[in-house]
């Protein structure tokens, strides 16, 4: 199953493509959508929709996942990354995928254990996960993919559930580390 994940935003928009395959996570793509600081709002949504629907024409993903937004205390920037989410979930919508959103502390708890984790870490265990080399990466980036990655988890402890450890072992040799 290919997953693409989405960071919304209306200056970066981070996007993660990844595969997964009986419990295994691939990393297939990465990157951030740079959108211009104009003044217009308009003009930067549609460039996140057409940037997003040429990602998920070229890759073909089965399956959409997005970062709810982040309420801090400045409502104005919550709007603006809320128009974004609409944005990515229609581009979404128009090509057939259903799309499901995550809260920032679900994606971390999931890709790292503890939801209330920094970028750096969430970063570094995506790098691990996802066998990434590279040195530079943006945290829209490596924040989107954590979002792919939290989505396949969830899709997976929905489909099957292990009765104890050793049968969840049993079942998934791959993500039990060291003996």
């Known amino acids: 199953m290919r997953i693409i994940g989405v960071d919304p935003g209306t200056i970066f928009t981070g996007y993660g493509i990844i595969d997964f395959e009986k419990n295994e996570l691939k990393h297939v793509a990465a990157g951030v959508i740079k959108i211009p600081t104009t003044k217009e709002m308009a003009p930067r949504l549609e460039l996140i929709y057409s940037e997003l629907n040429k990602l998920i024409k070229q890759f073909k993903p089965d399956e959409f996942a997005l970062e709810t937004a982040f309420y801090g205390k400045n409502v104005q920037s919550a709007l603006k990354i809320g128009y974004a989410r609409g944005v990515s979930m229609l581009v979404a919508a128009h090509n057939g995928i259903s799309s499901k959103e995550y809260s920032p502390r679900e994606v971390k708890k999931a890709v790292v254990g503890n939801g209330a984790s920094t970028k750096e870490q969430v970063q570094f265990m995506i790098k691990k996960l996802l066998a990434i080399r590279k040195t530079k990466m943006k945290f829209d980036e490596s924040d989107a993919l954590a979002v792919a990655i939290c989505h396949a988890f969830k899709l997976n402890s929905f489909s099957k559930r292990s009765r104890n450890w ?12 060291g003996e």
């Open 166 to 177: 050793k049968e969840f072992i049993e079942e998934n040799p791959g993500r039990v580390i």
